[in-house]
DNA sequence: TCTGGGGTCCTAGGACCC
DNA sequence: TCTGGGGTCCTAGGACCC
């Protein structure tokens, strides 16, 4: 069974909410830029959600504590998210790139799959038309990207973030191997932090050193994903672009400005985030079945208790009653809680009641 | 260093049905 | 008294992505 050849690009905006504040505000160009929560002069709680490269010079790097950021770089512009201007920048950015592409695939809030084969006849057009995506955004957005090109999402995903920013990486088939490596495990897709631990236990730093290793072994050790991993090392990847559909879940959560014993305070932001969530259903045409719940506690301890009701709702009503269920046993006076969750799946298309079911 | 908020997918055990 | 297999749904937790 041989497989057919594909081009597929994985384009990724350069520190893209940065990137989107200093179009919007030039007077930051040239400062470091944070964007993430408020570091409320060191005090604050939360993480870094994108630097830019003048913050990233001091040492800054997304999901840092933001108390870090501040202390690293007290001089540096902080800003909050503005997602509501990010998604507009978002869907302009994703009409330009879909028209470059038969297959298309959104990953995240600023990076794309395309899938070229049918387009072009060699890695030299796949190439050209990367050149041609970047100069458009460039234009249209004022703002940069980097391009991986290469025979799978795998790859190009790796090549994309090989060169940044404003980069464009070229991996054909049997180069990919080869360019894969030298570099570290943790560069390669689903190797987070607990992945790469256990391989680097093993003995395992680079892809090539994944590559090299025993398949047995690591299926033994790490299940299906042990399979994948030694496939994918190899620069094999057969996963397909394709197009999200809907929605899965929709949830809300918020971490308290200071951990709580106060269970009124704490059902009342509960209250405050079902009725987010449902209104949110509402307005995507959506009923749900599950609600879960998350808690967690001071010490970082997290929990999630969830319930699957009888009926297909929308109501807040609903949503809130059986939130303040499924939370009532992790109340106890003893526990201070820190974070609070509302999440709600199991999801349904709908208008009316008829659909109820 | 002291850890956000929005998601997806996988696993494993148990209930329940045929 | 001890004992099936397959399928689906539900629940809780965990890893990973941006």
């Given at each position: 069974m041989s497989e057919k050849r594909r081009i597929i690009l994985h384009i990724d905006m350069d520190h893209f909410f940065t990137a989107v504040e200093e179009r919007e505000h030039p007077?930051?160009?040239g400062r470091p830029v944070v964007v993430g929560a408020d570091p409320k002069q060191g005090k604050g709680r939360g993480v870094v959600s994108t630097s830019n490269y003048e913050a990233r010079k001091a040492g800054i790097r997304s999901g840092m504590p933001i108390s870090r950021a501040w202390k690293l770089c007290p001089e540096a512009v902080y800003l909050p998210p503005n997602f509501s201007l990010y998604i507009e920048v978002s869907l302009e950015i994703m009409d330009i790139v879909r028209k470059y592409a038969d297959k298309f695939e959104q990953w995240g809030i600023d990076e794309a799959f395309l899938d070229v084969t049918t387009r072009v006849k060699d890695y030299a057009e796949a190439e050209a038309i990367a050149k041609q995506i970047k100069q458009e955004i460039l234009e249209k957005e004022r703002l940069t990207c980097s391009i991986g090109v290469g025979p799978n999402k795998l790859v190009a995903k790796v090549a994309s973030d090989y060169?940044?920013?404003?980069g464009l990486t070229v991996v054909k088939e049997n180069e990919a191997e080869r360019f894969l490596a030298?570099?570290?495990?943790?560069?390669?897709?689903?190797?987070g932090r607990k992945t790469e631990e256990k391989l680097k236990a093993l003995g395992i730093n680079t892809i090539g050193d994944l590559a090299r290793y025993d398949p047995s072994v690591l299926s033994e050790k790490f299940g299906v994903i042990g399979t994948q991993m030694h496939l994918m090392a190899r620069g094999i990847d057969r996963s397909e672009v394709e197009q999200r559909t809907g929605a899965k879940s929709i949830s809300h959560e918020t971490t308290f400005e200071k951990d709580t014993d106060n269970a009124e305070a704490v059902l009342k932001a509960l209250d405050a985030l079902a009725e987010d969530v449902s209104k949110e259903a509402l307005s995507q045409s959506f009923f749900f079945k599950t609600v879960t719940v998350k808690v967690r506690y001071e010490n970082f301890e997290t929990h999630t208790r969830s319930k699957t009701l009888q009926f297909m709702t929308n109501r807040t009503q609903d949503l809130q009653k059986t939130a303040r269920e499924l939370l009532q046993p992790y109340l106890r006076s003893e526990r201070k809680v820190r974070l609070i969750g509302v999440r709600v799946s199991s999801l349904i298309k709908g208008e009316k009641q008829k659909t109820l079911v």
């Open positions: 007077e930051y160009r060169q940044k920013p404003d030298p570099l570290p495990v943790r560069k390669l897709l689903w190797v």
